[in-house]
Every structure is written in C-alpha cells, then in structure tokens.
C-alpha cells in the first residue's frame, strides 16, 4: 500500500512539473516574459493586442518615459513608471497627452495581453481625467470597474504614476535624463490594496480549501456552493482560468498586486497542490464557482437520463481532443485568444461576450439533468489540472 501510495505521488508531482512547465513556455511564447522577468532582447518591444500610438509629430526632446512635442505638449508613457503593476493577463502601460497648458488631453492604451472584451469595458474610465488640470487629475479618485476589476485598477494606478511624474518634471520643453524613476509612494494602493470583495472572496475560498477536509456536511456543502456562486463568481468574478494562469505566470506576483491575487493565487495553489495531498478535484469540487453553479441547478431534479457507455467515451475522446488542439494553439502562439471565451466569464456579465453568456446559460440548463456537463466533457483549465 506504501509503495503505491508513494508512485501515486511521483505521477501526481510529475504531471505538476509538466504543468508548470506547459503554461512556463506558453508565458514565454506568449509574451516574452516569466514571473515578471523580461526575456526578449531590449525589453522595450511592445506587444499585445490594444494600443494606440502618440502623436507622429517628432518630439523635441524626449527619453522612455516623457517626451516632449514641438507645441510644447508632453506625453508620458507609463511603461517603466507602472512595470510593477499587473492587469488580468498583464502590464497594461498609457500614454498620457498633457498640452502646454498642463491639461489633459487624452489617454490612450499601449499595447496589452488584456481580454479585449473586459480592457475595453475598463478603459472607459481613461475619459474621466481629460480636460483635467494635472493637479486636479491627481487629486481624483476613480473607482474601479465592475467586472473588469483586474484591467480598470491597472489602468487607474498607470495613470496616478503617469501624472505623479508629469507633475515633477513640469518644465516643459526640457524632458529629464531619468528613465522612469519617480517617487509614487501610495500610488500603488488602488491596484495593490484589499478591497471588501477581495477579502470576502479570500475568506470564502479559505473555507472552500479547509472545512470540507474536516466537516463533510450536505448542508454545509450546499451553503459553500452557494457562496462560490455569489461571492467568487458574481461579485468578484474570482476564479482559475487560463487567462489567470498565464498572467501569473507571464507577470508574477509582487506586493503591489497582491491584494489583489490574494484570493485567486490561493485558488491555484489548492488546484494545483492538493492533489499532492490525495485531494485531487478538490477545487472543482469545492471551490470553482461554475462548477458550483452547475451542481447547484443539478438539485433541481432527481430524474437523470443514463449516459450511454459508448456516448461518455465520445464526450471524454472530445474533450481530450479539444484539450489537445487548444494546447498547440497555445503553445505556438497561433491563437491565444480563445483563453478569453472559457466559460468562467460569464459570470462577468457586464463584460462578457453574448455569446458566452448564452453557451454558459445553456450548459447551466442542461446540467439540471446531467451532473457538471461543462467539467466533465469540455473545461480546458479542469483538463489542464488533471493532466
């Protein structure tokens, strides 16, 4: 019993290194970095898929961070002022158009790894400061956006460091030797800090990992569910995903951020650790809000149709293959794009895709009489974790 109870282990472990290193390469792929750490030469080139670039007029002075423009305008570029803070799937650096006057202009995107359905939803905030002086820019306090948290407190803390800088280096007509460095102590505290949902979502995700390892509890699992639903899903919209994968993996966790990964970080760390504990499936079972819901609408009846044999192998065979073929996608960097339309997004409504919504609708609907149809025959993260 020893002996296979510690091969068990070994297999488990080996699939967490091959994991790791699956979602190491496609982070390296994807977007030249690993934990925070820029591996493409120069690490100045830009890419993503938002972005917008500043005026074409040649500047008259200028470094990587403020330029200065022939009509005496400054653009501030926040790249280096924000390397620190993190969007959902990355950096999301600005540039800020301050006229000769010291009023701002406009804001507009760099180039991002951002869910372009959620950055766009986020980036509605950037009007609020134009037309502002940058005094009365700084002094605003913008609140987030809901369902796109992540993009929004990125984009409101850029913008803080962007005018905290402009502010210092007002002398128009002359940019500064500096390539970034700017004291913007607190600046960080929209992105960086707690908020009541994240806490509440760290303490509902914290009895998800520990109270069923104690209490096995219909009821009590009922009421865990029922707060994934609400508090991880449809408030917060907390949850492991690809796209979260892949921006700890690309960007890395630093005290700026984490307050905000607090909750989703120790999601990863249940899914991806527990089964080294024997729990495997703890967090699909537990934690996952979708999964949640789904066994949640299953309480609506007891009449379940019985799968065929031969359908359940067909479902399986289509989920590995699927699995197989988002992989390479990935991993080639063909089509990244796909990590935005799982169906955990739905539960951010305001932002999602129609079309998600109305797929994750339906297999809501049909798990009423099939037990977790999503996790069973489609996840890709579920398949990701299991492998």
């Not at 956006?145 to 005018?163: E, H």
Request: aromatic share 8%; hydrophobic share 50%.
């Amino acid at each position: 019993m020893k002996n296979r109870t510690n091969k068990n282990f070994l297999t488990t472990l080996l699939s967490l290194v091959a994991v790791v290193l699956m979602l190491s390469a496609a982070a390296i792929v994807r977007d030249g970095r690993i934990f925070g750490f820029n591996l493409r030469d120069g690490g100045s080139a830009e890419h993503g898929r938002h972005g917008v670039q500043a005026s074409s007029a040649a500047p008259t002075a200028n470094n990587d961070t403020l330029t200065v423009m022939p009509d005496g305008a400054i653009v501030v570029n926040t790249r280096l002022l924000a390397k620190d803070v993190q969007g959902y799937g990355g950096q999301v650096p600005l540039r800020i158009h301050i006229d000769k006057s010291g009023v701002v202009d406009s804001i507009v995107a760099e180039p991002n790894a951002e869910s372009p359905d959620f950055f766009n939803h986020a980036s509605a905030i950037l009007a609020q400061w134009q037309g502002k002086t940058v005094d009365e820019a700084a002094a605003m306090e913008v609140d987030g956006v809901t369902g796109a948290t992540f993009s929004s407190r990125a984009i409101i803390t850029n913008v803080q460091r962007g005018l905290a800088y402009a502010k210092q280096h007002a002398a128009l007509g002359n940019a500064p030797d500096a390539t970034g460095s700017v004291d913007v102590s607190g600046a960080s505290a929209s992105s960086g800090g707690f908020t009541l949902g994240g806490i509440v979502a760290l303490i509902v995700v914290l009895m998800g990992a520990v109270v069923p390892l104690f209490v096995k509890n219909r009821r009590w699992h009922y009421v865990q569910l029922s707060l994934n639903v609400i508090v991880l899903g449809l408030w917060t919209g907390t949850f492991v995903s690809y796209t979260l994968l892949m921006r700890l993996f690309s960007g890395g966790v630093s005290l700026a951020t984490l307050g905000t990964l607090a909750a989703p970080l120790l999601m990863v760390l249940v899914a991806m650790l527990y089964p080294l504990a024997g729990r495997p499936g703890h967090y699909c079972a537990h934690v996952c809000p979708f999964g949640s819901a789904q066994e949640l609408a299953g309480k609506l009846t007891r009449r379940k149709p019985r799968l065929s044999p031969r359908l359940n192998r067909a479902l399986n065979v289509f989920r590995n293959v699927l699995w197989g073929v988002l992989m390479v996608l990935m991993l080639t960097a063909t089509w990244t794009a796909w990590m935005d339309y799982e169906l955990f997004t739905a539960f951010l409504y305001t932002s999602a895709s129609v079309w998600v919504i109305a797929i994750a609708v339906l297999f809501l609907v049909l798990s009423i009489w099939v037990p977790r149809p999503y996790c069973r025959f489609v996840c890709p993260t579920g398949s990701l974790l299991r492998s």
